[in-house]
């Protein structure tokens, strides 16, 4: 069984983060860089089945600068066998998801695992429109899976408004890995080493003969603005007349 897990590269949610000065991206200048948080769970879960299985091969890709070399060989010093590294700047989900069906197309992997959105932009669109470009099921946003004994198929478990659903898709299928699925281990001091002898295939967008043009541009950012300070009201009655004249949310 081959899986392909996804690992971009994304600003740490620790980082101070700031609107650079032509007002269209981020200051990237002092920034920590780390793997996607729901691309770590994907990778943690593709690295249980491959356990769960004996024979299983994970290969890590990442799509975006050279610079992501540092979160595959995170991937990699986790457990994955191979990592693949797909280079280009200002790709959009649209491209991104074009460039994956690429890959997936080259390496015919049984089941493919994203994390289920990526903190920088939260889109929740590569998954989808990946599946979709290929003609594969799809289970988004599950918390539990269970790979046929026979390799066929996979169970997933997934939150719905009214509780939980399970359901079945036939492999090879796409699956978007939600916060509850796992909790990633940390990489250990031998497979850190393991890392720099493992392959890592550096691919450029270009020799894809996919169109990255975006679809979608980001004309200007700006931080949200200073929220004002809020008060302490006496009673019920102020705090109703407070919410109907003031906030006018009655």
């Known amino acids: 069984m081959k899986i392909l897990v996804t690992a971009k590269r994304v600003p740490d949610p620790e980082s ?15 920034i920590k860089w780390v793997v996607n948080p729901f691309d770590e769970i994907a990778i943690e879960e593709a690295l249980r089945v491959k356990e769960a299985q004996g024979d299983a091969e994970v290969v890590v890709v990442s799509i975006g600068p050279s610079e992501a070399q540092e979160q595959l060989r995170t991937g990699l010093a986790m457990g994955a066998d191979r990592a693949i590294l797909v280079t ?6 649209s491209a991104v998801a074009k460039i994956l ?3 997936v197309e080259k390496e015919s992997p049984d089941i493919v695992i994203t994390g289920k959105q990526a903190i920088d932009d ?4 590569v ?23 026979d390799k066929s198929s996979a169970e997933c478990t997934r939150e719905v408004d009214g509780g939980m659903e399970t359901i079945s898709v036939p492999l090879p299928a796409l699956i978007t890995a939600d916060l509850r699925l796992n909790e990633p281990r940390y990489a250990s001091l031998p497979g850190i080493m393991k890392a720099r002898k493992k392959p890592l295939e550096q691919i450029e967008a270009a ?5 990255t043009t975006p679809k979608i541009v980001i004309k200007s950012m700006a931080p949200p603005p200073a929220r004002e300070a809020g008060r302490i009201v006496e009673s019920v009655d102020e705090l109703v007349t407070a919410l109907q004249s003031e906030a006018k949310v009655l």
């Open 122 to 125: 939260d889109s929740n669109e």
């Open 16 to 30: 101070t983060i700031k609107v650079n000065s032509s007002g269209d991206g981020i200051e990237e200048a002092g």
């Open 207 to 211: 020799s894809l003969g996919v169109d």
């Open 88 to 93: 280009g700047e200002n790709l959009d989900t």
């Open 127 to 149: 998954g989808q429109m990946t599946a979709q470009l290929l003609g594969w099921p799809q289970a988004t946003f599950i918390s539990e899976l269970k790979i046929a004994d």
């Open 101 to 103: 069906v690429k890959i």
